[in-house]
C-alpha cells in the first residue's frame, strides 16, 4: 500500500483559483493558478489537474484534499440557489419582542421564502427551563406537519440561550428527523453562533438557506476528484483558519464564508516562520489585511455583516480595500486614482500590457520594473507609452493604500512585520524605510491554498457557566476539556490536540456569579 505523504490544498478566489500540493515536511512540491470560472466547479478540477501534472506525484499517496470556497458567500451575496427556510424559535412564553427575520432585507427573505415559527421552550441563562423541562411534541409535530406540508427544504432552530444549554434544540432536531427523515436539514443555532439570540439566529438561518449549495458543491468536488483518480479524504477550510471534514462542511456551510482570507493568514505564517504579524492579502480585485496572533487569524469582536445581515459566528477580523492586480487606474494629469473597479479573471484580456485597453494595477507595476510577470503574453514594450510621473504616482498610491489599511487594522502602536502575499502582491514593492518591515516571502502567491494544506482541526465552546457549585478554575478545565471533544469530533487526533486560545469574563450584570467563557482547541488532522 502506497504510504499516505502528500497533501492538497485548493482555494477559490474572485480571480483565481488555486492549488498546491504539499510532501510529509509541509514544503511546497508544486503550485499552480487557473482562472476561476462561473461554475466554480470547472475551475476546481482545472487547478487540481494542473498542479498534478507539475507535481508529478502518484494519486494515491494523497493523504487529503482541503478546500477554501466562496460556493456559500456567493448564493447569499447574488440572492441565487438558496434553500426555502422555515425558522423555529423556541422562546415562549418570552422571547417574541422581535421576531425572527426582523431587519432583513426582503430579497433575502424572498430569496429563501422564510417563514418563522415560535413555540414553547428555552431556558435561562443558568440552564433553568422557561416552560418544562422538554419540549411539548404535539406542538413541534404541527410544526413540523406545517413545515412538510409547505415544501420547506430546510430548518433553522434557535432557542433562548441555547449556548448553555442546548438541549431543546436538539431535541427539536430529533423530533425532526422522526418526522421529516434523517436526511432533511436541521441547523442548530448553538452549534454556530454564539451569546446574543438575534445573531446566533441569523447565523443558522443564512446556514439553513446555503445547505443544498453546499451538498451540491461538494459533491460535484468529490466526483471531480474521482474523475482525477483521487480517492482520499476531503476537508472544508473554516472561517478560524481550521479544517472541517466533508460531512461537517455540508451540515455547517455557513462557517466557510471567510475561509479565503484566512487561509491566506495561515499560510503567510508558515511562509514567514511568523507568529504574530499583519497580513496583506492582495488578489486580483480587492486586498484582505488581518492580523495573526500566536498563529491564529484575530477573530472579530464585532457582529459580522454576511449579506446584509448581522451574525456572530466565528470571523476573522479583517480590513478590505478595493485594491488588487486588476484594478482600474484612472489618472486625470495630478491625482492617481485606483480601484475598486477591477477587470478581475479577465486581466489577461484587458489589461495593456497583456494587449488590452484597460491600464491596471498591474501595469503600473510592470511600468515600474516592480512587477516581473513570466507570460509570453506579457509585452512590457505595450507600456512605453506611460507617463513616468503617471508611473510614480500610481506606485505611491498602491503603498499609500496598502500600509494605510496595515495601520487600521493595529490595536497598539508597536510595530509589527507586515507580510505580503497573493498573487497581486507583485504589485506592492518590497523595499520600505526602516519604519515598516516588509516580507514577500518565496511562494507568496500560494499562500492561501497553502493554509487551507496544513490547517488543522477545530473546536470551540462558548458559554456562560454559574459559579455557585464549581470554582472558576474548575469551570475553565471544563470548557478546556469540551473545546478539545469538539476538536476531536471534527477530525483532530486525540494526542497533541490542545487549547490555543481562551478567554474567561465574569459577567457582573447578571445575577449570581457567572463566569463566561470561550475556549478553542486545535490538533492535527486524523487520517
Known sequence: MAKLIYKIGVDVGGTNTDAVVLDHQDQVV?????????????????????????????????????????????????????????????????????????????????????????????????????????????????????????????????????????????????????RLG????????????????????????????????????????????????????VFFAQNDGTLMSLERAIMYPVLTIGSGPTNSTRGAAYLSNLENCIVADIGGTSTDVGILVNGFPRQSALAVEVGGVLTNFRMPDLISIGLGGGSIVQYDGKEVAIGPDSVGYEIKEKAIAFGGDILTATDIALAAGVAIIDDPACDLSRLSYLDTELVQKGIAKIQEMVLNACEKIKTSPEPLPIVLVGGGSVIMPAQQDDSVKLIKPENFGCANALGAAIAEASGEVDGLWPMEKRTRDEIIELAKEQAIAKAIEMGAVLSGTSVVDLEAVPLSYLPGNVLRVKAKAAGALQL
Open 30 to 178: 508544486a503550485a499552480v493558478k487557473s482562472s476561476t470560472t462561473a461554475d466554480v466547479q470547472s475551475g476546481i478540477y482545472t487547478s487540481i489537474e494542473k498542479v498534478l501534472k507539475e507535481s508529478g506525484i502518484n494519486v494515491n499517496q494523497i493523504a487529503y484534499v482541503s478546500l477554501g470556497t466562496t460556493h456559500a458567500t456567493n448564493a447569499i451575496i447574488r440572492r441565487k440557489g438558496l434553500s426555502k427556510v422555515a425558522v423555529v424559535r423556541i422562546c415562549l412564553p418570552a422571547g417574541k419582542g422581535v421576531l425572527p427575520l426582523a431587519g432583513w432585507d426582503e430579497s433575502l427573505i424572498a430569496a429563501m421564502d422564510a417563514t418563522s415559527f415560535l413555540i414553547h421552550g428555552g431556558h435561562e441563562y443558568d440552564g433553568r427551563a422557561l416552560a418544562g423541562e422538554g419540549l411539548d411534541h404535539d406542538e413541534v409535530f404541527r410544526v413540523l406537519d406545517t413545515i412538510k406540508e409547505k415544501g420547506y427544504e430546510s430548518i433553522a432552530v434557535s432557542c433562548i440561550f441555547s449556548p448553555a444549554k442546548d438541549q431543546h434544540e436538539k431535541e427539536f432536531a430529533k423530533l425532526a428527523a422522526e
Open 182 to 233: 434523517e436526511d432533511f436539514p436541521v441547523t442548530l443555532s448553538s452549534e454556530i453562533g454564539s451569546l446574543g439570540l438575534l445573531e446566533r439566529e441569523n447565523s443558522a438561518i443564512l446556514n439553513a438557506s446555503v445547505v443544498g449549495v453546499a451538498k451540491k458543491a461538494a459533491y460535484g468536488l468529490i466526483e471531480a476528484l474521482k474523475d482525477l483518480g483521487i480517492s482520499s479524504k
